[in-house]
């Protein structure tokens, strides 16, 4: 089992910065591709970002090409969500989420492991 805990959401005004940590456990970290997503009320949950598991290939949507960066660090099984230029439609909340992939995963369906979820608010 693999278990996923993020943290760093908050409330920010547009045009600020967050970063969102993840913390895995549970299995080997370096063998997963690892994928951000978030969901408003009443959408359905969109990619946002993803990095593959060796941390030299990275993928986004988008609208969040050029202010969105993810990372990781294998050797500490975390990975992060740097959010730049922060919108108001960026408000959700944002998803960690780990799969068995030698890509970059953009499909939800790909990813079998979740964590539980942190709120994001970027007010105007």
């Known amino acids: 089992q693999v278990h996923l805990v993020e943290s760093g959401g908050g409330l920010v005004q547009a045009g600020g910065s967050l970063r969102l940590s993840c913390a895995v456990s549970?299995?080997?970290?370096?063998?997963?591709?690892m994928g951000w997503f978030r969901q408003v009320p009443g959408k359905e949950r969109e990619f946002v970002g993803a990095i593959n598991y060796s941390g030299s290939e990275t993928d986004y949507t988008d609208s969040v090409k050029g202010r969105f960066t993810v990372s990781r660090d294998n050797a500490k099984e975390m990975v992060w969500l740097q959010m730049n230029n922060l919108k108001p439609e960026d408000t959700a909340v944002y998803y960690c989420?780990?799969?068995?992939?030698?890509?970059?995963?953009?499909?939800?369906?790909?990813?079998?492991?979740w964590g539980q979820g942190t709120q994001v608010t970027v007010s105007s």
């Open positions: 549970g299995r080997t970290f370096s063998t997963f591709a």
């Open positions: 989420a780990a799969a068995r992939s030698i890509y970059v995963p953009k499909y939800e369906i790909s990813y079998g492991f």
